[in-house]
C-alpha cells in the first residue's frame, strides 16, 4: 500500500482525468503511510493556498489553484485557457473519496479521450 502526492500544473483542474492528464505531473512524492502523506499535503496545500487568487477543493483530496492572469493562447481552438496548478492525494494511484478508518480508494475512471481546449464549438453549434 502506498499514497502519491501529485502536483500537476496545466490546462485542466486535475480532478477531470483526460487522457494525457499524466503529461501535467509535475511534482510526485511518494508515501508508505498516510499520516506521512497527509501531513505533506496539507503542508503543500497550504503553501499554495497562500500564493494563488483562487483556489478549490473537489471530492476527496483533489485540489486546484490559479491565478486568473495566468493562461496561455491556444492555436486548436483559438482561446486563451486559464492554467491550473493541482494538488492530488492517492492510495495506489487512485482517488481517494473520503478519509475514514477503512480508506476506500477509487479506481480513476474517468479518462476521457479528448481534452477541453480541442472541441470546435462552432461546428457542434450547427
Known amino acids: ?21 499524466k503529461d ?6 511518494q508515501f508508505n503511510n498516510l499520516k506521512d502523506a497527509l501531513l505533506f499535503y496539507n503542508n503543500r496545500l497550504a503553501e499554495l493556498k497562500a500564493t ?3 483556489y478549490k477543493n473537489h471530492s476527496g483530496y483533489l485540489s486546484a489553484f490559479w491565478d486568473r492572469d495566468d493562461d ?12 491550473y496548478f493541482g494538488l492530488l492525494l492517492l492510495k495506489d494511484d487512485q482517488v481517494i473519496n473520503q478519509i475514514s478508518k477503512d480508506i476506500v ?8 479521450n479528448y481534452r477541453c481546449c480541442k472541441i470546435n464549438y462552432k461546428n457542434n453549434a450547427q
Open 52 to 54: 494563488h487568487e483562487v
Open 1 to 21: 500500500m502506498m499514497y502519491q502526492v501529485i502536483e500537476m500544473y496545466g490546462d485542466n483542474e486535475p480532478w477531470w482525468f483526460f487522457e494525457g492528464w
Open 24 to 29: 501535467d505531473i509535475i511534482g510526485r512524492h
Open 105 to 112: 480508494p477509487v479506481p480513476i475512471t474517468n479518462l476521457k
Open 72 to 83: 496561455r493562447w491556444c492555436e486548436e481552438c483559438e482561446d486563451y485557457l486559464q492554467q
